[in-house]
């Protein structure tokens, strides 16, 4: 990759500002498209206001989400009226999901790519700015650049630039086969593909190499790894390849689906010395009748049954999770059922949602919605009893020494750096930002809800 197609432009052309909206799965996307652009001779920049090319990795979990980014959009368009050489792209799931309704809605973009394209992002980059010059020659209007495919062969071994330093994001899966009735992932990021084993060892290996103590793997549902592949590994047995790669520390996953985790893989998390005691299981709900409204494929009893094999093999693993409230059809009864199962498995972290239909999902043609006041009044009292919650188990750890990760400064106060437990708990204490990286021993000394406040044991 060359960038000849480059000098018609200041020399900021080559400063690309990427947003990320969304999950991890975005955000390891937007780190490959980093990688790419860094090795086509691009630069990174924070400000969207000194950048030649500005780029929204877009994210369609929410409507919410989706008029967030079109207001976005709003705002930028107002730059390149300004800075017409600007490059305007969007990439990513919305992109995926309604190409159309993008292009007619911001018309002004140059680029769109689909989940399945982003990391073609420097050949698009490059062609642009071919029409740019020929444009600029011609005094003709320039094609915008379009590609929105459904093939999701994505290429292995590609650059990625890491945000961060000691711990990574790696992916082991894309897309998801479960359709659950209120999410639009498969459709955007289409069926199930695993990635062959070796090719992730090698990329955590490098990673080990490279000083990295503890990677995230990630997938819409790690559970069912290798399921679709020929490899003859599955997520258990990858997490026991993991486990074996020298210098790295900690293993994390996410997302766990509650109907594929197998005693197998319970019995590797247990057995597995680098694996994190930290599980985030998504619930969506305690009641049978919202569960199968919703296509979730368990029952809460399994549910149940799941904590309470996970708490026996593991006595100290926290778990968290995902809760919708408002879904349509739940009545007051199966909002108890809700806040009673909150209060039996007693979460360490909890997302909550008020339920809004997605475009294009099953559950949008639902009837029986919950009026907003009534899922909005839900959502607080699920927060409440959940707080409560928390408070009660940070409380408890007060007094006992635990394992952190020092990741960085504190974003409070610049004498204080903070950490991760491996129960994913955040610790703040006061250290010498020399610590950041390590892994070290902190004794609890005060608890609160969002965070643990800690001493420096011992390093
Ligand atoms: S498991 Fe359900 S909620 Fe999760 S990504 Fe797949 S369809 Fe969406």
């Known amino acids: 990759m060359t960038n000849k197609g480059h000098n018609y432009m200041e020399s900021n052309s080559l400063k690309v500002y990427i947003r990320t909206y969304g999950c991890q799965m975005n955000e390891y996307d937007s780190e490959i498209m980093a990688g790419l652009l860094e090795n086509s001779g691009y630069h990174l920049t924070d400000n969207p206001a000194e950048a030649g090319v500005i780029l929204l990795n877009t994210c369609y979990v929410r409507e919410k989400v989706k008029h967030k980014i079109y207001s976005r959009l709003g705002e930028l368009k107002k730059l390149k009226e300004e800075k017409p050489e600007l490059i305007l792209g969007l990439c990513g799931c919305l992109v995926q999901k309604e190409p159309e309704e993008v292009l007619r809605r911001a018309p002004y973009l140059d680029f769109i790519l689909g989940t399945s394209n982003f990391y073609q992002l420097p050949e698009v980059l490059e062609d642009i700015s071919g029409n ?117 520390r900690r293993i994390r996953f996410t997302t766990s689906h509650p109907k594929d985790l197998s005693d197998k893989l319970l019995e590797k998390m247990a057995e597995l010395d680098k694996v994190c005691e930290h599980l985030h299981l998504p619930v969506q709900s305690g009641s049978n009748k919202i569960l199968s409204r919703m296509k979730r494929g368990y029952t809460r009893e399994h549910y149940q049954n799941l904590v309470d094999k996970l708490r026996q093999a593991i006595p100290e693993i926290a778990l968290t999770t995902d809760i919708i409230v408002g879904f349509p059809g739940e009545e007051e009864k199966d909002f108890q059922d809700t806040l009673e199962l909150v209060e039996t498995v007693g979460f360490d972290g909890a997302f909550t949602f008020c339920y809004s239909p997605l475009k294009g999902t099953e559950a949008a043609q639902l009837e029986e919605r919950i009026p907003e006041e009534t899922s909005g009044q839900r959502l607080r009292r699920l927060i409440e009893l959940q707080q409560k919650i928390l408070l009660r188990k940070n409380e408890f750890l007060v007094g006992k020494e635990v394992e952190i990760m020092v990741e960085k400064i504190s974003k409070k106060s610049s004498d204080e750096l903070q950490g991760r437990t491996r129960t994913n708990k955040m610790v703040v204490f006061e250290g010498r930002k020399e610590l950041i990286g390590n892994i070290i021993s902190v004794k609890i000394v005060a608890s609160g809800c969002w965070a643990l406040r800690g001493e420096v044991s011992s390093c």
Do not use: W
Request: net charge positive; proline share 3%.
């Open 132 to 248: 740019h010059n020929r444009e600029s020659q011609s005094g003709d209007k320039y094609a915008r650049v379009v590609r929105v495919e459904e093939d999701r062969a994505i290429p292995e071994g590609m650059p990625k630039l890491r945000k961060r330093r000691f711990s990574a994001f790696v992916s082991i899966m894309r897309g998801c086969n479960n359709f659950c009735s209120y999410c639009n992932v498969p459709y955007v990021r289409g069926r199930e593909v695993s990635r062959p084993c070796k090719d992730i060892l090698r990329e955590i290996e490098e990673l080990a190499q490279k000083g990295y103590k503890e990677v995230t793997l990630l997938g819409q549902n790690v559970n069912s790894y290798g399921k679709e592949s020929r490899e003859k590994v599955d997520f258990a047995d990858l997490l026991g390849f993991v486990d074996q790669i020298e210098g790295l």
